[in-house]
Protein backbone atom coordinates (compact mmCIF):
# COMPACT_ATOMS: atom_id res chain seq x y z
CA UNK A 1 0.00 0.00 0.00
CA UNK A 2 1.55 3.31 -0.90
CA UNK A 3 0.52 6.59 0.83
CA UNK A 4 -2.11 7.52 -1.89
CA UNK A 5 -4.21 4.59 -1.23
CA UNK A 6 -3.36 5.15 2.51
CA UNK A 7 -5.36 8.53 2.11
CA UNK A 8 -7.92 7.38 -0.38
CA UNK A 9 -9.31 4.24 1.97
CA UNK A 10 -9.17 6.99 4.91
CA UNK A 11 -11.27 8.82 3.12
CA UNK A 12 -13.66 6.79 1.75
CA UNK A 13 -14.22 5.30 5.14
CA UNK A 14 -14.81 8.47 7.22
CA UNK A 15 -16.63 10.12 4.15
CA UNK A 16 -20.77 9.94 5.12
CA UNK A 17 -19.71 8.70 8.91
CA UNK A 18 -18.70 12.92 9.86
CA UNK A 19 -18.87 16.28 8.08
CA UNK A 20 -16.71 16.55 4.97
CA UNK A 21 -14.72 19.50 6.64
CA UNK A 22 -13.91 17.04 9.23
CA UNK A 23 -13.39 14.40 6.91
CA UNK A 24 -10.59 16.79 4.83
CA UNK A 25 -8.74 17.84 8.08
CA UNK A 26 -8.00 14.15 9.03
CA UNK A 27 -6.84 13.44 5.10
CA UNK A 28 -4.94 16.30 5.31
CA UNK A 29 -3.54 15.81 8.30
CA UNK A 30 -2.22 12.20 7.99
CA UNK A 31 -0.95 13.46 4.22
CA UNK A 32 1.14 16.27 6.05
CA UNK A 33 2.22 13.39 8.36
CA UNK A 34 3.24 11.43 6.26
CA UNK A 35 5.24 13.61 4.21
CA UNK A 36 6.98 15.19 6.96
CA UNK A 37 7.95 11.92 7.65
CA UNK A 38 9.38 11.19 4.22
CA UNK A 39 11.40 14.70 4.39
CA UNK A 40 13.02 13.68 7.72
CA UNK A 41 14.61 10.41 6.05
CA UNK A 42 12.05 7.73 7.18
CA UNK A 43 10.39 5.23 3.87
CA UNK A 44 7.27 5.55 3.36
CA UNK A 45 6.68 1.93 3.96
CA UNK A 46 7.91 2.30 7.46
CA UNK A 47 5.77 5.15 8.16
CA UNK A 48 2.23 3.36 6.62
CA UNK A 49 3.37 0.06 8.79
CA UNK A 50 3.62 2.48 12.03
CA UNK A 51 0.25 3.93 11.25
CA UNK A 52 -1.39 0.93 10.71
CA UNK A 53 -4.81 -0.13 8.75
CA UNK A 54 -6.37 2.95 7.55
CA UNK A 55 -10.04 0.96 7.79
CA UNK A 56 -9.03 0.74 11.52
CA UNK A 57 -7.89 4.50 11.82
CA UNK A 58 -11.06 5.82 10.51
CA UNK A 59 -13.41 3.50 13.13
CA UNK A 60 -11.45 5.35 15.82
CA UNK A 61 -11.76 9.07 14.35
CA UNK A 62 -15.37 8.02 13.96
CA UNK A 63 -16.01 6.64 17.18
CA UNK A 64 -13.75 9.08 19.21
CA UNK A 65 -15.97 11.96 17.27
CA UNK A 66 -17.32 13.98 19.90
CA UNK A 67 -20.15 15.89 17.62
CA UNK A 68 -21.21 12.31 16.33
CA UNK A 69 -24.55 11.26 17.72
CA UNK A 70 -24.48 7.68 18.18
CA UNK A 71 -26.38 5.50 20.59
CA UNK A 72 -24.75 4.26 23.44
CA UNK A 73 -24.85 1.25 25.97
CA UNK A 74 -23.86 2.06 29.03
CA UNK A 75 -24.30 -0.51 32.03
CA UNK A 76 -28.12 -0.69 31.62
CA UNK A 77 -29.00 2.97 30.01
CA UNK A 78 -29.23 3.59 26.64
CA UNK A 79 -28.63 6.97 25.48
CA UNK A 80 -28.92 8.07 22.28
CA UNK A 81 -29.76 11.27 19.59
CA UNK A 82 -32.15 10.86 17.03
CA UNK A 83 -32.55 12.86 13.53
CA UNK A 84 -32.76 16.92 14.70
CA UNK A 85 -30.94 16.97 17.38
CA UNK A 86 -33.23 15.79 20.26
CA UNK A 87 -32.87 12.91 22.02
CA UNK A 88 -33.77 10.62 25.23
CA UNK A 89 -32.24 9.02 27.92
CA UNK A 90 -33.79 5.79 29.08
CA UNK A 91 -33.18 3.99 32.45
CA UNK A 92 -35.54 1.07 33.50
CA UNK A 93 -37.93 3.52 35.59
CA UNK A 94 -37.03 6.98 34.50
CA UNK A 95 -37.47 8.33 31.05
CA UNK A 96 -35.82 11.94 30.14
CA UNK A 97 -35.59 14.09 26.90
CA UNK A 98 -33.24 16.75 26.13
CA UNK A 99 -32.30 18.80 23.14
CA UNK A 100 -29.07 19.63 21.71
CA UNK A 101 -28.13 21.34 18.59
CA UNK A 102 -25.08 21.67 16.78
CA UNK A 103 -24.03 24.14 14.10
CA UNK A 104 -21.74 22.57 11.65
CA UNK A 105 -20.12 25.57 9.78
CA UNK A 106 -18.05 23.44 7.25
CA UNK A 107 -21.54 22.50 5.33
CA UNK A 108 -23.28 25.27 3.22
CA UNK A 109 -26.53 25.30 5.79
CA UNK A 110 -24.55 26.48 8.75
CA UNK A 111 -22.31 28.99 6.38
CA UNK A 112 -25.79 30.07 5.28
CA UNK A 113 -26.83 30.20 8.89
CA UNK A 114 -24.21 32.98 9.99
CA UNK A 115 -24.30 34.97 7.30
CA UNK A 116 -28.22 35.30 7.80
CA UNK A 117 -27.09 36.08 11.26
CA UNK A 118 -24.94 38.55 10.69
CA UNK A 119 -27.19 39.82 8.24
CA UNK A 120 -29.83 40.37 10.43
CA UNK A 121 -26.96 41.82 13.33
CA UNK A 122 -26.54 45.32 10.69
CA UNK A 123 -30.04 45.38 9.56
CA UNK A 124 -31.01 45.77 13.47
CA UNK A 125 -28.20 47.85 14.11
CA UNK A 126 -28.91 50.88 11.02
CA UNK A 127 -32.55 50.26 12.37
CA UNK A 128 -31.78 51.41 15.70
CA UNK A 129 -29.11 54.26 14.45
CA UNK A 130 -31.79 55.42 12.12
CA UNK A 131 -34.60 55.57 14.87
CA UNK A 132 -32.32 57.38 17.74
CA UNK A 133 -30.21 59.37 15.06
CA UNK A 134 -32.95 62.25 14.72
CA UNK A 135 -33.53 62.24 18.42
CA UNK A 136 -29.62 62.81 18.62
CA UNK A 137 -29.69 65.88 15.99
CA UNK A 138 -32.46 67.52 17.34
CA UNK A 139 -30.48 67.40 21.28
CA UNK A 140 -27.56 68.60 19.56
CA UNK A 141 -29.55 71.37 17.98
CA UNK A 142 -31.34 72.27 20.99
CA UNK A 143 -27.70 72.67 23.41
CA UNK A 144 -26.09 74.08 20.54
CA UNK A 145 -28.78 76.90 20.52
CA UNK A 146 -29.09 77.23 24.19
CA UNK A 147 -25.04 77.41 24.22
CA UNK A 148 -25.40 80.22 21.43
CA UNK A 149 -28.26 81.66 23.49
CA UNK A 150 -25.93 82.00 27.20
CA UNK A 151 -23.04 83.69 24.78
CA UNK A 152 -25.69 86.41 23.78
Known amino acids: MDKT ?19 AAHVRYYRDYIEEQVKNGRSEREIL ?31 GDGY ?4 YERTDQEHVKHHTYKLDLSTWYGKAIVIA ?6 IGLVVIIGTVLPFI ?16
Open 117 to 122: AAALII
Open 84 to 87: GGSG
Open 49 to 79: AELGDPRLIAKTLVDADPDEEQEVYDGGRVR
Open 137 to 152: IVACLVLYLISWLRKR
Open 5 to 23: EFLEILKSRLSGQMPEGKV
